[in-house]
């Protein structure tokens, strides 16, 4: 079956500091991976996404993300958090080429609070 | 170019009652797809189309009937709601729907049942 998992419900920062919010999932073939945002009462934005190459992905508003292969994970990350990235993130994966790659596979979220 | 639009913004159903949600979006994209997002469970996939006439089922598509008559548009039926229909639902629709595609998100319905 396939599978996402955001271990984490909460993560809380302080402003300035390093923000990672953790995703790892479990998907046939070489998949296909992306990280959306959720601000209140909104639909979801596209951040960032991993398709092939290079395994640090460089996204919008100073994200970005490691894809390790052999921990199959995709780890949200930002060098230097702002009260403004508040919100919800979620990781997700659609199967790679060989398989049905039209299905996406969403985890279960991971608000983000930063404090001033 | 208003990407992706719901309507309607929020419904209160009664259980047993039937409704379309509408989804449209004005990119010429031929994926489209319907998630409901639940607390704790993340978007879950319902249903997906990847052309005119094309559809197929999702993770969840008990309870949910689509179809897709144009290129443009992708509604979403429920035929006797249940409260356990109750969520946010979104539509999202990309370029082909070939792998490593973004997909687009429009705000959502917010639908209660009674």
């Known amino acids: 079956a396939q599978s996402v998992a955001q271990p984490e419900d909460q993560v809380n920062v302080a402003e300035g500091n390093p923000l990672t919010v953790k995703c790892t999932y479990s998907?046939?073939?070489?998949?296909?991976l992306f990280w959306y945002v959720q601000y209140p009462n909104r639909g979801l934005q596209f951040l960032l996404k991993?398709?092939?190459?290079?395994?640090l992905v460089k996204g919008s508003y100073g994200f970005e993300a490691e894809f390790n292969k052999s921990q199959t994970s995709f780890h949200l990350k930002k060098p230097s958090a702002l009260v403004s990235d508040s919100a919800l993130y979620f990781c997700?994966?659609?199967?790679?080429?060989?398989?049905?790659?039209?299905?996406?596979?969403f985890g279960s979220g991971t608000k983000l609070n930063v404090k001033p | 170019n208003a990407g992706v639009t719901q309507t309607p913004k929020f419904q209160v159903l009664k259980t047993g009652q039937s409704m379309t949600l509408q989804c449209a979006q004005d990119?010429?994209?031929?994926?489209m797809s319907w998630y409901r997002q639940d607390p704790g469970m993340g978007l879950r996939l319902i249903h997906y189309?990847?052309?005119?006439?094309?559809?197929d089922q999702g993770e969840v598509p008990n309870g949910y009937n689509v179809s897709r008559s144009t290129t443009e548009d992708f509604p979403l039926r429920l035929l006797s709601a249940a409260p356990s229909q109750t969520s946010v639902y979104f539509c999202?629709?990309?370029?082909?729907?070939?792998?490593?595609?973004?997909?687009?998100f429009g705000p959502g319905t917010r639908l209660l049942v009674l």
């Open positions: 990119m010429n994209h031929e994926y």
């Open positions: 991993y398709i092939t190459g290079d395994n």
């Open positions: 189309s990847v052309g005119a006439g094309i559809t």
């Open positions: 997700a994966v659609s199967p790679g080429v060989g398989y049905n790659f039209n299905k996406f596979y």
């Open positions: 999202a629709s990309s370029l082909s729907g070939r792998g490593g595609e973004t997909q687009y």
């Open positions: 998907v046939s073939g070489n998949p296909y």
